[in-house]
């Protein structure tokens, strides 16, 4: 009865329509497993054999049964293959899948069904068909041909050696697989019994073949192992999502010293295909990389640093290689992981250079403080040798040379405090325009007639704020290095210009922030500087020139002075095309005042006066000629080592009172401010004046100024320090 026939081919068709929404399932989340993909390709071959044989089943003739048959063998002849590729895949041993495998896997599929397509020409698939009753069904019966044979042959050794591969995962993998592993198998062994039934005739209806919905129960449980087992058991799939994401590269060498896997970090690391270096030897595979493939061939438990690659591509890795130990404790093999801390490194370098830096400047603040004490006496008892001389005496040249020698040996030690952005005075709107054009005479002394100075001021300069002290110091030595750039001469140019500095293009320079800014741009026909020189162009003591022929402090104090100035200095050069060095500033709304002409320095005479003067100055060479100084002007002085012998000076003269203090601001026991406040409470109306040889924005905040206060840096001279006196005792400081 037909209704009869529907009611057995109902459940075929289902297993088939079950299997065919596996496949679609399997292949939609072919990303959570590797073996997803076969799983796939398997569960639709069971729908096709399903289909098939449930139109087999309801075909009412012999030829349309065999017709059928004929198509059910499409599915048949692939799916022992893709039993095979898909535990492969599921026991990490994908690296076998070459190319060759592949063609030995499709070749005897492809010959199978070109055999059932032509059987009725040679029978090798079966010599005989026949329909025979089963209940209420007609159905197929097939004699057996050697082809058959042998193609059952050939696949029932892929499903052996696919159970034996399944059995060795459960044995020798992580427990916690070993639950998958047993479902895997089961599903494996289910088709293998209902064929085996179907031969028997273990079944009601003989002839009744339950293979195909036996492979569906087999899809559904790898489907549910795979995908929703591994979901249950959360620590395998973490795992291997961990491991694939990770941005560190993983490698796994087996005890044979063959690349086992890699994860695809360390895919994109070495620029491989783990399809082609899994199974390889890791000496071959890492033969590119020396340093690393002697590691991983010495098999040694280490935790090193290595560099791959070399020039701009090098990179810096973290190598740690372990031993993996197998169930019996020997050693199976080695996991190598690589992490990439070349930025780390690169950090590791700009921090401790920052740090250099900071050490440099400190270093560079206490050498000006001493030299600026040594400058102090030296230039101010120079001055006293050559006073005491009377005119047109030979020796007075030679002072003259000591003093011109000391005002360079100033100018160094301002280079020093620049550059250790130790030494500032307050800061105020300033047009570089007005700037440049009063120095432009001084510059032209400076650079030589033999170079050229041009300028090309920028119509409209906005005004920066700044110290224009330090600003002068600062073109000053751009000015000189571009001299030292062109011995035979050449050409140096001053630009200036008001500039807008947006996120793409600062992006390009580190350290550089997008804003408004006044650029000033100085620009030599010079030598040029090479990519080398480049690279440590701002570091301090770092020069080009000859031994003797600069301090390499130039730059860097160039740097400490724009930096402090909150902008920043970009060079560009190469060699024999000359240098340009553009300083971007700030740039402010404030009006600039116009920047007077430099008055030549003449002395001026300072009456003294009668007044007694307590000098606390550590220093015994400042102190000497401080207190000499003021004693030829007419004072009392007295003299005190420290803040401490001070106070000890005039309670010992109960009688004395001082008109006047003048105090370094840096002594050991007690500090010149500690000092003054002390005797600014027992006399109120006291005038100080402090003395340093840090001349720090820090310490003039400190100490303060005006009114009955004021600050004078050393090294100081006869007349400024005379003057400072004066107008604090007259009231006018």
Not at 49 to 76: D, H, M, S
Not at 333 to 360: C, H, P, W, Y
Request: glycine share 10%; with cysteine; net charge negative.
């Amino acid at each position: 009865m037909p209704w009869l026939s529907l009611s057995y081919a109902l459940p075929l068709f289902l297993s088939g329509t079950v299997s065919a929404a596996l496949g679609w399932y399997a292949w939609r989340r072919r990303a959570a497993a590797p073996c997803a993909v076969p799983l796939s390709l398997f569960a639709l071959a069971c729908a096709e054999y399903a289909f098939g044989y449930t139109l087999e089943v309801l075909a009412p003739t012999l030829e349309a049964k065999v017709l059928w048959a004929k198509v059910e063998w499409l599915g048949i002849a692939s799916l022992a293959p893709l039993f095979f590729v898909f535990t492969v895949q599921y026991a990490g041993f994908a690296h076998v899948l070459t190319r060759r495998l592949w063609l030995g896997l499709a070749a005897p599929c492809l010959a199978v069904v070109l055999l059932v397509a032509t059987n009725e020409h040679h029978g090798l698939i079966w010599p005989r068909a026949w329909l025979e009753t089963a209940g209420p069904l007609r159905l197929l019966v097939l004699e057996h041909g050697p082809a058959f044979w042998a193609f059952s042959m050939y696949a029932y050794g892929l499903i052996l050696v696919s159970v034996g591969t399944v059995v060795s995962t459960a044995l020798h993998g992580r427990a916690v697989y070993r639950h998958q592993s047993v479902l895997l198998l089961i599903g494996m062994l289910l088709p293998v019994i209902g064929n085996i039934g179907y031969g028997a005739q273990w079944s009601l209806l003989p002839h009744l073949n339950p293979t195909p919905m036996a492979f569906t129960f087999s899809a559904a449980i790898f489907a549910f192992a795979i995908f929703r087992f591994r979901f249950l058991e959360i620590g395998p799939i973490a795992w291997q999502v961990l491991v694939e994401t990770m941005p560190d590269g993983v490698l796994v060498v087996d005890g044979q010293g063959r690349v086992g896997d890699m994860n695809p970090a360390l895919e994109q690391a070495l620029g491989l295909q783990a399809a082609q270096a899994i199974g390889r030897s890791a000496a071959e595979v890492l033969a590119p990389w020396p340093q690393l493939a002697a590691l991983v061939v010495a098999g040694n438990e280490a935790q090193v640093e290595i560099s791959l690659a070399r020039g701009p591509a090098a990179r810096d890795w973290a190598v740690s290689l372990s031993p993996i130990a197998g169930a019996d404790g020997r050693r199976d093999g080695n996991l190598v992981m690589l992490r990439d801390i070349t930025e780390l490194r690169r950090l590791e370098a700009q921090f401790l250079q920052a740090q250099k830096m900071e050490s440099i400047g400190r270093l560079a603040s206490g050498v000006a403080h001493d030299f600026n004490n040594l400058l102090t006496a030296i230039s101010g008892h120079a001055a006293f040798a050559r006073d005491a001389l009377p005119p047109g005496h030979p020796a007075r040249q030679d002072i003259e040379h000591v003093l011109k020698g000391t005002r360079r040996a100033a100018l160094l030690t301002r280079q020093l405090l620049a550059f250790s952005r130790r030494r500032s005075t307050p800061p105020h709107a300033v047009n570089l325009n007005d700037l440049i054009l009063n120095m432009a005479d001084m510059l032209g002394h400076l650079i030589g007639e033999d170079i050229e100075l041009a300028t090309d001021l920028g119509v409209g300069l906005g005004a920066v704020r700044a110290d224009a002290n330090q600003i002068e110091q600062a073109i000053i030595n751009l000015a000189l290095n571009a001299r030292d750039a062109m011995p035979d001469g050449g050409r140096l140019t001053l630009h200036t210009a008001n500039v807008d500095v947006g996120e793409a293009e600062a992006g390009h320079h580190p350290g550089v922030a997008p804003g408004r800014y006044v650029t000033l741009a100085v620009c030599d026909t010079g030598m040029g500087l090479s990519e080398e020189a480049k690279a440590h162009l701002f570091e301090p003591f770092f020069t080009t020139k000859e031994l003797g022929k600069g301090t390499g402090l130039g730059l860097a104090g160039v740097l400490g002075i724009v930096r402090q100035h909150g902008g920043f200095i970009l060079a560009d050069s190469s060699p024999a095309r000359g240098a340009t060095f553009t300083i971007y500033l700030p740039r402010v709304e404030e009006e600039a005042a116009p920047q007077p002409p430099p008055a030549p320095e003449v002395p001026t005479p300072v009456r003294g006066g009668g007044e007694t003067l307590l000098v606390a100055e550590d220093d015994p060479d400042v102190r000497t000629w401080v207190a000499r100084a003021l004693r030829e002007l007419g004072y009392t002085v007295l003299e005190a080592n420290n803040g401490a012998h001070a106070l000890a000076l005039l309670e010992s003269q109960a009688d004395l009172r001082p008109a006047l203090l003048v105090a370094d601001v840096v002594m050991p026991q007690m500090s010149g401010i500690a000092l003054a406040e002390h005797l600014q409470a027992t006399y109120p109306a006291l005038p100080v004046l402090f003395i340093s040889g840090y001349t720090t924005s820090a310490i003039a905040e400190q100490v303060g100024s005006g009114g009955s206060r004021a600050f004078l840096g050393k090294p100081f001279s006869h007349d400024a320090l005379a003057r400072q006196v004066r107008d604090l005792l007259d009231g006018v400081a």
